[in-house]
């Protein structure tokens, strides 16, 4: 069993900056790519930005020069840093992790909850 837990959203300015958080925790073995989608309200689930094993990164063409993403292997932890933040950038981001709970076990994906990002004109 692996959970995955977010924290840091919240009702933000436009121009201002938000660092979400996701922890991963449970029966983990190793973790391959972590990373984050968003969903604004009527619209479908978009990748924002993903982060590999060896730090390699990815970012969606709306948040390049925005937000960086970032990991902690020895914390289990994905975050997302949100600088110059939009009202286009309003949406549930949700965390998600590749994961691999024993030796010899595929990896599976997992979700986090979900957290809200609000940003105001």
């Known amino acids: 069993q692996v959970q995955l837990v977010e924290s840091g959203g919240g009702l933000v300015q436009a121009g201002g900056s938000l660092r979400l958080s996701c922890a991963a925790s449970g029966t983990i073995f190793s973790i391959n790519v972590m990373g984050w989608y968003r969903q604004a309200p009527g619209k479908q689930r978009d990748l924002a930005a993903t982060?590999?094993?060896?730090?390699?990164?990815n970012y969606a063409e709306s948040v390049k020069g925005r937000f960086t993403i970032s990991r902690d292997n020895a914390k289990n932890t994905v975050y997302l840093q949100m600088n110059s933040l939009k009202p286009e950038d309003t949406a549930v981001y949700f965390c998600?992790?590749?994961?691999?709970?024993?030796?010899?076990?595929?990896?599976?994906?997992?979700w986090g909850q979900g957290t809200q990002v609000t940003v105001s004109s």
């Open positions: 982060i590999s094993s060896d730090g390699s990164t």
């Open positions: 998600y992790a590749t994961v691999k709970p024993r030796p010899g076990r595929a990896y599976g994906l997992y």
